[in-house]
């Protein structure tokens, strides 16, 4: 797989977007598609090379987004007024629950992921 450039895949990063698959509804139970989308694609860069700094806070950006939208009553406005041990609860929790939904929803992320592949895979090399 070509490494992509990373002014290349940084425009990519900050456009995605991604049509849930037919039959099954975006909901408040399920991360958003695109930040779902955003998380795996930063998984797929950074198995291939280091993330450049911007890539790395818009990937930490959309991994928050993910991992909150399993935490009931926490968005990520509310962040930066919880104390650290608030904080760390949140993070931790929100991970809980993402892998296990991750783990209840194989063909969903198997697909999110072949598609992250494909973009990356899509992308010339520097």
Not at 61 to 72: D, E, G, M, N, Q
Not at 94 to 99: L, N, P, V
Request: aromatic content about 6%; glycine content about 4%; charged content about 20%.
């Amino acid at each position: 797989m070509p490494l992509a450039h990373p002014a290349i895949l940084m425009a990519t990063l900050t456009t995605l977007t991604l049509t849930p698959p037919a039959g099954r509804a975006q909901d408040a139970a399920v991360p958003d598609h695109a930040d779902l989308h955003h998380y795996t694609l930063c998984e797929a860069i950074a198995a291939v090379r280091f993330l450049t700094q911007a890539e790395a806070s818009h990937c930490a950006a959309a991994y928050t987004r993910v991992k909150l939208a399993f935490v009931p009553g926490v968005g990520i406005e509310d962040l930066p007024h919880l104390t650290p041990g608030e904080r760390d609860l949140v993070n931790r929790d929100g991970y809980a629950r993402f892998r296990a939904w991750r783990d209840s929803n194989v063909d969903l992320v198997d697909a999110v992921k072949a598609n992250a592949a494909t973009v990356l895979e899509a992308e010339p090399g520097p």
